[in-house]
C-alpha cells in the first residue's frame, strides 16, 4: 500500500520560504505524477502543483510565480517551496499521487496533511 | 472563489439518499470525462470515492455513485448513514495547461 508523509516546519515567518517535503512509502515515485493540494483552516481544498517523475512540473497560476516542486527519485521524495510567505498561506498542505499514469487529474493517494502557520 | 460551483450544504435523514451537485464549464466536466468525489471526514485527510466520473476504488460502498450530465456532475449517497457526515468535495480534470480544478466543498449532514 503506497503511503505518503509530509514533513516540514509547522511555523513560518511571514516574508520567508515554506519548505515541506514528501516521502513516499511502500511503492515507487517513478511513473506518477505527484501534487501538492492546501486547504486553509475552514476553507476548501486548492491544488498547488504537480512534478512528474522526470521532473517536469505544472503549477496553480496564481502560485506560479513563488511556487517550486522537484522530486528526488533516488530518496523516494517531492518537494514544495512556497516563497514570499503571507498569513493567507497558512493552512494545512497535503501531499497526493495521482491514480493514472497519464495525469488524469484524480488523487488515489492523500498524505495525513501537515499544519503550516504563518506568523511572526 | 472555487471553479467548480458546489452548493454549500445538503442534509438527509439516515437511510434517505441525497445529490450533490457540481457545475463546471466546457473546459472542465463538459471537456473530459475525468470528473472525481473526496470524502474528507472531519480532521482527516480527503478520500477518494468516484473516480472517471463514476467508478468506485476498491472498498468504497456501492452506496456511492456518481454521474455526469454536460457541464454538471453529480455524486449521489443512498442509504445515507451518520458516518457520511463530513465534506465532499468534486475536482475535475481541465486541460494539459490548468491540469484541475476543484470545488468549494459540501457539507453533508445526517438529520
Known amino acids: 500500500q503506497v503511503q505518503l508523509q509530509e514533513s516540514g516546519p509547522g511555523l513560518v515567518k511571514p516574508s520567508e520560504t515554506l519548505s515541506l517535503t514528501c516521502t513516499v512509502s511502500g511503492g515507487s515515485i517513478s511513473h506518477y505524477y505527484w501534487s501538492w493540494i492546501r486547504q486553509p483552516p475552514g476553507k476548501a481544498l486548492e491544488w498547488m502543483g504537480y512534478v512528474y517523475y522526470s521532473g517536469s512540473t505544472n503549477y496553480n497560476p496564481s502560485l506560479k510565480s513563488r511556487l517550486t516542486i522537484s522530486v528526488d527519485v533516488s530518496k523516494n521524495q517531492f518537494s514544495l517551496k512556497l516563497r514570499s510567505v503571507t498569513a493567507a498561506d497558512t493552512a494545512v498542505y497535503y501531499c497526493?499521487?495521482?491514480?493514472?499514469?497519464?495525469?488524469?487529474?484524480?488523487?488515489?493517494?492523500w498524505g495525513r496533511g501537515t499544519l503550516v502557520n504563518v506568523s511572526s | 472563489q472555487s471553479a467548480l460551483t458546489q452548493p454549500r450544504s445538503v442534509s438527509g435523514s439516515s437511510g434517505q439518499s441525497v445529490t450533490i451537485s457540481c457545475t463546471g464549464t466546457n473546459s472542465d466536466i463538459g471537456g473530459y470525462n475525468y470528473v472525481s468525489w473526496y470524502q474528507q471526514l472531519p480532521g482527516e485527510a480527503p478520500k477518494l470515492i468516484i473516480f472517471d466520473v463514476n467508478k468506485r476504488p476498491s472498498g468504497v460502498p456501492d452506496r456511492f455513485s456518481g454521474s455526469k450530465s454536460g457541464n454538471t456532475a453529480s455524486l449521489t449517497i443512498s442509504g445515507l448513514q451518520a458516518d457520511d457526515e463530513g465534506d465532499y468535495y468534486c475536482c475535475s480534470f481541465a486541460g494539459s495547461h490548468t491540469h484541475v480544478v476543484i470545488g468549494g466543498g459540501t457539507k453533508v449532514t445526517v438529520l
Open positions: 497526493a499521487r495521482e491514480g493514472d499514469f497519464y495525469g488524469s487529474g484524480w488523487f488515489q493517494y
